[in-house]
């Protein structure tokens, strides 16, 4: 079945310690998204890759960036994760410009010890 | 600036009809999608608006007027599995989602 993968499910991390969550997608969707979610909250756009093009989100904090090596994968880095960047992530995609209709992975919930 | 309001909580009955409001302010805005989300789970897409009107999926319906720039998610024979949170999300010159609306279905 054709669908959004992430890994890991779960990822811990130290306080100031570089970590990358993945994403990949069999879909063949060229536009890939990433998003952060905290408790009782809507998830909340980062950036978003439109075939190779990046858009960054206006309030997107320098610490987080994203790579997208080919069609299929999606990385998110976060260069120095603090006791706030504690949530899920959670990455997404949609065919073409059709933004209304997003398919998400499972997200990996992250935690800063 | 741009914005989606919607209620936070809702609740009703199993068996029962509900309706979730949701009142936007976005700028270039050409539609307004619907996504529920379970507690631990990912957003699953429900329902998209592009024109003024009731589209309708088995028992969810969702309705734009783009005129009062409202719309709603309408949720018929609610079961209990159909407790979630439900999104609904401004498509325009930004996508902006709604802070989201917990629905709690009693017995």
């Known amino acids: 079945d054709a669908m959004v993968i992430q890994n890991p499910r779960y990822q811990v991390t130290q306080f100031g310690k570089p970590v990358t969550l993945s994403c990949s997608q069999t879909?063949?969707?060229?536009?890939m998204y990433w998003y952060q979610q905290k408790s009782s909250q809507a998830p909340k756009l980062l950036f978003h890759y439109y075939d190779k093009d990046f858009n960054n989100e206006a309030d997107t904090p320098d610490n987080f960036q994203s790579r997208r090596p080919n069609t299929s994968f999606c990385f998110l880095d976060i260069r120095s994760p603090g006791l706030g960047d504690a949530a899920m992530y959670l990455c997404?995609?949609?065919?073409?410009?059709?933004?209304?209709?997003?398919?998400f992975g499972p997200g990996t919930r992250l935690l800063v010890l | 600036g741009q914005s989606l309001e919607q209620p936070s909580e809702v609740t009703a009955v199993e068996g029962a009809i509900v309706q979730i409001n949701c009142t936007y302010q976005?700028?270039?805005?050409?539609?307004l999608s619907w996504y529920q989300q379970h507690d631990g789970g990912a957003p699953t897409f429900l329902s998209y608006?592009?024109l003024d009107g009731l589209e309708e999926t088995g028992r969810f319906s969702s309705f734009l007027s783009r005129s009062d720039s409202y719309g709603y998610l309408l949720l018929q024979e609610l079961q209990m599995k159909d407790s979630a949170s439900y999104f609904c999300?401004?498509?325009?010159?930004?996508?902006?989602w709604g802070a989201g609306t917990k629905l709690i279905i009693k017995p």
């Open positions: 608006n592009a």
């Open positions: 879909l063949n969707h060229n536009v």
């Open positions: 997404a995609t949609s065919r073409g410009g059709r933004q209304e209709t997003q398919y």
């Open positions: 976005t700028s270039g805005f050409y539609g």
């Open positions: 999300a401004g498509i325009g010159y930004q996508l902006i």
